[in-house]
């Protein structure tokens, strides 16, 4: 039997920002901040108490700081994080077996033909949310859609603890009800250069062509806002999917560009994906990044070497890999990192080194204590960035 294609997107709303009211009861309610607390540090996550001060993740901390002076300012736990995020990817087990986690924080759930378990689509991401909430204390936001693209704008659009469902043959409609801003993966940059061309709203653009849009924008990005307009997104996050990698990414409000931002961005990415390495038992010797651009050029590197032992390791392998391929007169749209995955993970490469494995055992540890003791701070030399 065909069944058609029903896709959830779920966003753990402000996540690391939940987790520490979630943890912390006297944070709820207020202006809650988590990043890199250093001058150069950017921000992770804010409260939607935070937001309504004009604070967004990527943004310098420095710059948070004088828009939202009382706010709560808190250092990542990444380990805290993860382990909640792994609790909700369990959850989103019982829910479907093809699960396309995009980060610590959000996922794509593949629900087609679970109709007669669930019920509808409705029916089932209500389930799905309670389920969550119940079990961990968190909030998420659903989008359901039967295309990737739609259903991540939906869940977007639902914010916060929302449910926003396009039916099938409503995608083109959706798309159309929406601000220019609203349309993911559209920067500020982007709808400058269609404003001054005297776009801005979807409408207009529906009108033109796609090469006229090409001649404004560039050809990649074009393509995409041509596409993306109509609903005609069903190829976006289904890119090859590496069954042998893990990875994740983050995709920015506002665009970067300076050098010190893009690494405390890499570094919190470096720590969220090693907690998931060392849970897991993967060893790996290649790192791989992902750079995508305000105009859609998307560039992808990978580099092999010594086995990958710790958050610090990672990152700076990361980092050098970033800044090698980094063409800084460019503004930044998405950074992702990964590690290819050993093909057999049951016969564990011997370390290269003592010294590496004891690194690797000591990077271990910090992780179990900071799961059994969710309210001790750790704090090491090593795993801050270098400007900290």
């Known amino acids: 039997m065909i069944h058609n294609p029903v896709f959830f997107h779920v966003d753990l709303d402000a996540f690391f920002a939940s987790v520490e009211q979630l943890d912390n009861p006297a944070y709820r309610g207020k202006p809650v901040i988590v990043g890199g607390l ?96 119940e079990q961990t204390g968190l909030r998420v936001s659903v989008g359901a859609a039967s295309n990737k693209y739609i259903a991540k704008i939906a869940s977007g659009q639902s914010k916060p603890d929302g449910l926003l469902v396009v039916p099938p043959g409503r995608e083109a409609a959706f798309m159309q009800s929406l601000r ?9 940059k982007t709808r400058a250069r269609l404003a001054e061309a005297g776009l801005t709203t979807i409408a207009e653009i529906l009108k033109q062509q796609e090469s006229v849009l090409q001649l404004i924008i560039g050809n990649a990005a ?33 665009d970067l560009h300076e050098r010190d931002e893009i690494s405390d961005v890499l570094f919190q990415l470096s720590a969220e994906l090693m907690c998931r390495i060392l849970d897991e038992h993967i060893q790996s010797r290649t790192v791989h990044i992902k750079i995508r651009y305000a105009d859609f050029t998307t560039i992808s590197a990978q580099q092999s070497g010594a086995l990958i032992n710790d958050s610090a390791d990672l990152y700076e392998r990361a980092r050098q890999l970033f800044f090698s391929r980094f063409d800084a007169a460019l503004s930044v749209r998405l950074i992702g990192i990964g590690v290819d995955v050993g093909s057999d993970n049951s016969q564990l490469e011997l370390f290269a080194s003592e010294k590496a494995a004891k690194k690797r055992k000591l990077e271990e540890a910090v992780l179990n204590i900071a799961k059994k003791n969710k309210d001790v701070k750790i704090i090491q030399a090593r795993l801050l960035p270098p400007q900290e």
């Open 222 to 254: 074009g393509t995409f806002l041509y596409q993306a307009v109509r609903g005609d997104m069903a190829h976006v996050f289904n890119e090859d999917r590496k069954s042998h990698s893990i990875s994740t990414e983050r995709t920015f409000e506002t």
């Open 38 to 133: 250093g001058k150069r540090g950017v921000v992770s996550t804010a409260s939607y108490e935070a937001r309504k001060f004009g604070v967004h993740s990527a943004m310098p901390i420095g710059r948070a700081r004088a828009l939202c002076p009382h706010g709560i300012f808190l250092k990542t736990r990444m380990q805290r994080y993860y382990e909640k995020s792994k609790e909700i990817m369990e959850i989103f087990k019982n829910f479907s077996p093809d699960i396309q986690q995009l980060s610590v924080d959000e996922a794509f759930l593949d629900m087609s033909g679970t109709e007669k378990i669930f019920g509808n689509t409705e029916a089932a991401a209500r389930l799905l949310k309670n389920a969550v909430f």
């Open 180 to 188: 220019l801003s609203d349309v993911w993966g559209i920067g500020g």
